[in-house]
């Protein structure tokens, strides 16, 4: 098997496009197949080498490798089609040369009236293939040329998701296959690419379906069989209606930089529009092994941000924990931690995050307090309020002198040593706990007392409960006055 993604370097890289290259990467490594990548770059107007670049990074991101591109090579490229025009003439020639395609010079005004004149007898408004016989030559000025569709019968295909679909050759115009300009168009192009480049199995949206029977129409004109077809349903916004940016971020890259995980995009990604029996969770290998073309669902999924926040916890989760802290790096330095202080207490700080936070953006805001300097705490004022007041100066005081005879700095040792206090004192837990975690984070509510002690480490705990007994004195001093 030989798939192919083939991206139109005119934006980012959208989900929808993330899906279908998905898609594409799962059936060629089940399959033991090829995954060719193909640059689409024909429109110059809107094709930018930053876009590609964009493309190419995000691809990678998702470890979506190809097997032949960009980057990469390959023995069928080349596999930008800015560098294949020189492909497509011979075939239009050809074409030409069969009685399969002609020559067409009329004005655009004439193909308005031709239009016009089919519309007002009640038919299709389409080209009237007024040129269609007359076997014009080079030499007959500005024309394009037009394939001789087939005036009876119809031009079907067996969709692996659709099942046949099939079009009366009379609906279908005859369509350009060279512009004026001597390019030939998308439907041409991507018909001598996919041939060229020995493509079996063209897997795509639905958006695309309308142009199958023109392709199909093509392959058998140059006498080609057609490739396999699938076309996979259209991503739907949270409201029924086609995914598009008025429904929130819809590039790849919006996601890495919210703080997505790759493992949960793809996992999320392959849901809208595959099933597999009720399963959820799916690493890309576990993927390779039961993706099929049979699963793709011809409804398509809705975009559910909650669903795709609940996979990204998942997915921290099950990251190894090493890992995760080294990806959440760069977003604990965005949310303002010190790149200095982050030593090795972030496997440790990360982990006492982890269950509730959804993304890394919000990993890294909430371990945020662990790599500061005490100085740049984020504190809420009704936290301290509450918190710390003259009533607990006394409970620091006491927990200071437990902490301070602490050895075994662990969430065990911590434990062990602070609950025997607690109890001989008679103090409730959260008389300490509260006091302390607003000591250490600034706010009231964060990580477990004992893995969040354990994880800060001694040194930064006891300098920052002594600034919150401090605090409390403070109060208590201006109480008596
Ligand atoms: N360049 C086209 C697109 O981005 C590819 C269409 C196809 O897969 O045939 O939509």
């Known amino acids: 098997m030989r798939l192919r993604f083939a991206p ?21 490594r089940r399959h033991g197949g090829v995954f060719v990548l193909r640059i689409e770059d024909t429109d110059r107007a809107r094709s ?5 670049e964009e493309i190419l990074r995000d691809l990678r991101w998702l470890s979506l490798d190809w097997d032949e591109g960009p980057g990469v090579g390959g023995s069928r490229g080349p596999y930008h089609q800015m560098q294949r025009l020189d492909h497509y003439g011979p075939y239009i020639d050809q074409l030409l040369a069969e009685g399969k395609a002609y020559r067409c010079n009329c004005s655009a005004e004439r193909i308005q009236q031709g239009r016009e004149a089919l519309q007002a007898a009640g038919r299709k408004p389409m080209y009237d293939r007024h040129c269609r016989d007359l076997d014009l030559g080079p030499d007959c000025g500005e024309h394009v040329v037009r394939l001789k569709v087939p005036l009876e019968g119809s031009t079907a295909f067996d969709d692996h998701v659709r099942g046949r679909v099939e079009i009366d050759n009379a609906e279908i115009d005859d369509f350009v296959i060279r512009r004026s300009n001597g390019l030939p168009p998308y439907n041409f192009v991507v018909v001598v690419d996919d041939h060229e480049m020995g493509i079996t199995h063209v897997v795509r949206g639905e958006d695309h379906i309308n142009n199958t029977p023109k392709q199909v129409l093509i392959y058998r004109a140059l006498g080609w069989e057609p490739p396999e077809f699938a076309h996979a349903p259209l991503i739907l916004g949270p409201d029924g209606s086609r995914l598009s940016k008025r429904h929130g971020a819809v590039s790849v890259g919006a996601y890495r930089e919210e703080g997505y995980l790759p493992e949960a995009l793809v996992n999320y ?19 390779i092994s039961v993706f099929s073309l049979d699963g793709i669902t011809k409804a398509g999924g809705r975009w559910d941000v909650d669903k795709l926040r609940w996979l990204n916890q998942v997915w921290m989760k099950r990251l190894d924990p090493a890992d995760l802290a080294e990806r959440a790096r760069p977003f604990l330095v965005a949310a303002g931690a010190d790149p200095a202080l982050i030593d090795d207490r972030l496997v440790p700080a990360v982990l006492t995050v982890r269950e509730r936070a959804r993304t890394l953006v919000e990993l890294g805001e909430q371990a945020r307090f662990y790599f500061v300097p005490d100085d740049a705490l984020d504190w809420d004022e ?5 918190h710390i007041k003259a009533s607990t100066r006394p409970i620091l005081d006491g927990l200071l002198a437990v902490l301070e005879g602490v050895e075994d700095w662990s969430q ?20 300490v706990a509260q006091p302390v975690r607003v000591s250490l984070t600034g ?3 964060g990580p477990g007392l004992w893995e969040m002690l354990a994880a800060i480490g001694r ?13 409390a004195a403070a109060r208590e001093a201006a109480a008596g006055r």
Do not use: M
């Open 412 to 431: 065990e040792g911590l434990e062990a040593a602070v609950k025997p206090w607690v109890e001989a004192e008679g103090i409730k837990l959260g008389k």
């Open 459 to 471: 040194e930064v705990a006891l300098r920052r409960i002594r600034a919150g007994r401090d605090k």
């Open 48 to 52: 930018r080498p930053e876009y590609e």
């Open 443 to 445: 706010k009231g509510v």
């Open 382 to 386: 009704q936290a301290v309020k509450k």
């Open 8 to 28: 139109s370097p005119t934006g980012h890289l959208h989900i929808g496009g993330a899906r279908t290259a998905l898609f594409n990467f799962l059936l060629a």
């Open 269 to 287: 990604l392959v849901r809208l529009g595959w099933s597999h029996g009720d399963d959820e969770v799916f690493s890309l290998d576990e993927l």
